[in-house]
Every structure is written in C-alpha cells, then in structure tokens.
C-alpha cells in the first residue's frame, strides 16, 4: 500500500489561512470517514487535531478544521499562528483494515 | 489519563530480532474498542504505521514489512509488545506505541523510543 499524498511543505503569513490536501484513494479516504490529522513538533509525538474528517478533539483550537471530498481530505488552518508551525500528517482507516499515513507536510509560519 | 511507555534496548545488530514493549497505565488492553499499535519515524522522515492488536488478540500489519512484524499481549502485566525480525539499518527509527480508538484515530501516544540498528 502506498502512502496518501500530502505536499511536502506549506507557508502562510500570521493570520492567513492555509490548507492541506491529503490524497488516496476509494480504498481508504473515499471509501470511509475515518480520516484523521496530526500535528507533530520536532522531537516530540503526534497529537491528533481532527479526527472523523471534521471532528476536534476537546481542547484543540476551532482554527483547526477538515474536510472531505471523494478521495481527498484537507486540513485548513485559519488564522495562522508561529505555534502552528510544525509537520503535520493525515492517517486514513482502509478496506483492508489497515491504516495508512500521509507523507507528511512541513508548516512554515513566515 | 492513558499514559504509555516504550522500553527496551536502543541498540539492535542487524539481521537480529528488535524487540519493545509498550507499558499502559490509565487504561486497560483487555479492554473493547480500542487498537494498540506501533508505529515508527526513521530520523528526518515520515510516520510509518507497523501495526495494532486487538484486546481479543487479532492483530493486523503493514504489508510492507512483509510479515518480519508480530505484536503481541500480556494483560497481566498491562502491557503489548513489537519483535521486529531480521532487521536492516532501514529499520532505524524512533518508534512510538500509541492507543487507536475504534474511530480509527490515535489518541494517546508514548513519547516514543530510538532503536538505531548497527551494521
């Protein structure tokens, strides 16, 4: 199983809005709701910010949010803070009740 | 509050076996609707999933790793297990337990635990 496809990096100035795209196929993204984001800071382990496409964690910023459309999913953050820069990683359930990870996108807060 | 702890050696030699063990606390594996899995981080890259298993013992793999992977349990001790085997220094990485939920989605992580394989 390949990877889902996110792009390698992504910027945006404090206060702007960015978005992630994370993409696969009607085997996993398509085929379920069971997509989930992650934020990770160097050195430390992922926490997950929208898990169920759209749904967030109790205690995760509302400028977190994510979205669905056939075989991709996108993570949009609004409001862009320097906290926010990080890499963050999608995670999708598949038909073969396995899980697959994005290949990850580096946040530049500029 | 699930907390969980890898342990074992940070050290492997190549075509030997890698083995961790995950302990929980705050929860409980002989417990329904949740995953325990591993996954891992090679240095500078990206998250790999290896695997998860089920409170009844089913577990589930990567097939990239081609069956080197098993995952098991000991409830007793509140605990899982990764033996990773005949391992290369591919396999080099930081690797994290974590709790899955039956949303499919990782809730709680260990702070995860390098194994770096020598040649």
């Known amino acids: 199983q390949s990877a889902l496809t996110q792009p390698a990096s992504v910027s945006g100035s404090p206060g702007q809005s960015i978005t992630i795209s994370c993409t696969g196929t009607s085997s996993d993204i398509g085929g379920f709701d069971y997509v989930s984001w992650y934020q990770q800071h160097p050195g430390k382990a992922p926490k997950v910010i929208i898990h169920?496409?759209?749904d967030r964690p109790s205690g995760v910023s509302n400028r977190f949010s994510g979205s669905k459309s056939g075989n991709t999913a996108s993570l949009t953050i609004s409001g862009l803070q320097a906290e926010d820069e990080a890499n963050y990683y999608c995670i999708s359930y598949t038909s073969g009740d396995t899980l697959l990870f994005g290949t990850g996108t580096k946040v530049t807060v500029l | 509050q699930v907390q969980l702890q890898e342990t074992g050696p940070g050290l492997a030699k190549s075509s030997e076996t890698l083995s961790l063990t995950c302990i929980v606390s705050g929860g409980s594996v002989s417990t329904g609707l949740q995953y325990w899995s591993w996954i891992r981080q090679p240095p500078g890259k990206g998250l790999e999933w290896i695997g998860y298993?089920?409170?009844?013992?089913?577990?589930k793999y990567n097939p990239s790793l081609k069956s080197r992977a098993t995952i098991s349990q000991d409830k007793s001790k509140n605990q899982f297990s990764l033996n990773l085997r005949y391992v290369t220094a591919a396999d080099t990485a930081v690797y994290f337990c974590a709790r899955m939920t039956d949303s499919f989605h990782y809730d709680y992580w260990g702070q995860g635990k390098l194994v770096t394989v020598s040649t």
């Open positions: 298993i089920y409170y009844s013992g089913s577990t």
């Open positions: 169920d496409v759209n």
